[in-house]
Protein backbone atom coordinates (compact mmCIF):
# COMPACT_ATOMS: atom_id res chain seq x y z
CA UNK A 1 0.00 0.00 0.00
CA UNK A 2 0.98 3.47 -0.92
CA UNK A 3 -0.07 6.40 0.49
CA UNK A 4 0.77 9.68 -2.30
CA UNK A 5 0.01 13.32 -0.28
CA UNK A 6 -0.10 15.88 -2.57
CA UNK A 7 -1.42 19.76 -2.52
CA UNK A 8 0.70 21.63 -0.53
CA UNK A 9 2.52 25.33 -1.86
CA UNK A 10 3.43 28.27 -0.89
CA UNK A 11 0.43 30.55 0.07
CA UNK A 12 -0.36 33.72 1.96
CA UNK A 13 -1.90 34.25 5.22
CA UNK A 14 -5.05 34.04 5.07
CA UNK A 15 -5.14 31.68 1.77
CA UNK A 16 -6.48 28.41 1.60
CA UNK A 17 -5.04 25.20 0.45
CA UNK A 18 -5.93 21.57 -0.23
CA UNK A 19 -4.26 18.80 0.46
CA UNK A 20 -4.68 15.03 -0.94
CA UNK A 21 -3.64 11.76 0.01
CA UNK A 22 -3.93 8.86 -2.74
CA UNK A 23 -3.90 5.20 -1.66
CA UNK A 24 -2.82 2.55 -4.17
CA UNK A 25 -2.16 -1.27 -4.02
CA UNK A 26 -3.78 -3.77 -2.67
CA UNK A 27 -6.08 -3.96 0.74
CA UNK A 28 -8.84 -5.50 2.04
CA UNK A 29 -10.10 -2.29 4.30
CA UNK A 30 -8.70 1.25 4.59
CA UNK A 31 -10.00 1.98 8.19
CA UNK A 32 -9.03 5.31 9.58
CA UNK A 33 -6.76 8.08 7.65
CA UNK A 34 -5.56 10.61 9.59
CA UNK A 35 -3.06 13.84 8.59
CA UNK A 36 -0.36 15.16 10.60
CA UNK A 37 2.12 17.74 10.39
CA UNK A 38 5.54 18.54 11.37
CA UNK A 39 7.07 21.83 11.51
CA UNK A 40 10.57 22.38 11.78
CA UNK A 41 11.94 21.42 15.45
CA UNK A 42 8.77 20.25 16.21
CA UNK A 43 7.49 16.81 16.99
CA UNK A 44 4.78 15.30 14.07
CA UNK A 45 1.66 16.52 15.70
CA UNK A 46 -2.30 15.23 14.31
CA UNK A 47 -4.07 17.52 12.81
CA UNK A 48 -7.47 15.49 12.06
CA UNK A 49 -8.48 11.77 11.25
CA UNK A 50 -11.56 10.50 9.62
CA UNK A 51 -13.14 7.12 10.22
CA UNK A 52 -14.84 5.18 6.85
CA UNK A 53 -17.60 6.17 7.73
CA UNK A 54 -17.24 9.92 8.16
CA UNK A 55 -16.88 10.27 11.75
CA UNK A 56 -13.82 12.86 12.43
CA UNK A 57 -11.37 13.99 15.06
CA UNK A 58 -9.34 16.83 14.97
CA UNK A 59 -6.97 18.90 17.37
CA UNK A 60 -8.19 22.10 18.78
CA UNK A 61 -6.98 24.79 17.48
CA UNK A 62 -7.47 23.45 14.18
CA UNK A 63 -10.99 22.40 14.04
CA UNK A 64 -12.20 25.88 13.36
CA UNK A 65 -9.99 26.61 9.94
CA UNK A 66 -9.42 22.81 8.08
CA UNK A 67 -11.86 19.98 7.35
CA UNK A 68 -11.00 16.30 6.07
CA UNK A 69 -13.10 14.49 4.30
CA UNK A 70 -13.09 11.15 2.71
CA UNK A 71 -14.00 9.69 -1.12
CA UNK A 72 -13.99 6.18 -0.41
CA UNK A 73 -14.88 5.43 -4.24
CA UNK A 74 -11.42 7.35 -4.99
CA UNK A 75 -9.37 6.11 -2.44
CA UNK A 76 -8.90 9.73 -1.52
CA UNK A 77 -8.56 11.53 1.43
CA UNK A 78 -8.54 15.98 1.65
CA UNK A 79 -7.76 18.31 4.19
CA UNK A 80 -9.24 21.62 3.25
CA UNK A 81 -7.12 23.97 5.10
CA UNK A 82 -8.71 27.66 5.40
CA UNK A 83 -7.59 30.74 7.25
CA UNK A 84 -3.95 30.07 6.79
CA UNK A 85 -1.41 31.15 9.11
CA UNK A 86 2.15 31.19 9.02
CA UNK A 87 2.33 28.85 12.47
CA UNK A 88 0.34 26.52 10.10
CA UNK A 89 4.20 26.17 8.00
CA UNK A 90 5.04 22.35 8.61
CA UNK A 91 5.13 18.92 6.04
CA UNK A 92 1.86 17.59 5.97
CA UNK A 93 1.90 13.54 6.24
CA UNK A 94 -1.17 11.36 5.41
CA UNK A 95 -1.49 8.03 7.77
CA UNK A 96 -3.46 5.17 6.97
CA UNK A 97 -4.63 2.27 9.12
CA UNK A 98 -4.99 -0.74 6.43
CA UNK A 99 -6.04 -4.30 6.97
CA UNK A 100 -4.35 -6.35 3.57
CA UNK A 101 -6.74 -8.99 3.83
CA UNK A 102 -9.65 -10.46 5.60
CA UNK A 103 -6.90 -12.27 8.03
CA UNK A 104 -4.10 -9.90 8.79
CA UNK A 105 -3.82 -7.63 11.74
CA UNK A 106 -4.22 -3.58 10.77
CA UNK A 107 -0.85 -1.99 9.66
CA UNK A 108 -0.34 1.39 9.77
CA UNK A 109 0.96 3.42 6.70
CA UNK A 110 2.25 7.17 6.07
CA UNK A 111 2.76 8.83 2.71
CA UNK A 112 5.97 11.15 1.96
CA UNK A 113 4.73 14.53 3.07
CA UNK A 114 3.90 17.26 1.42
CA UNK A 115 5.28 21.15 2.37
CA UNK A 116 2.94 23.68 2.77
CA UNK A 117 4.73 27.08 3.87
CA UNK A 118 2.90 30.25 5.01
CA UNK A 119 4.20 33.84 4.50
CA UNK A 120 3.19 36.65 6.58
Known amino acids: VQLQASGGGLVQAGGSLRLSCVASGNWFLIDAIGWYRQAPGSQRELVAS???????NYADSLKDRFTISRDNAKNTAYLQMNSLRPEDTAVYYC???????????????WGQGTLVTVSS
Open 95 to 109: NAYVRESMRSSYRNY
Open 50 to 56: ITPLGIT
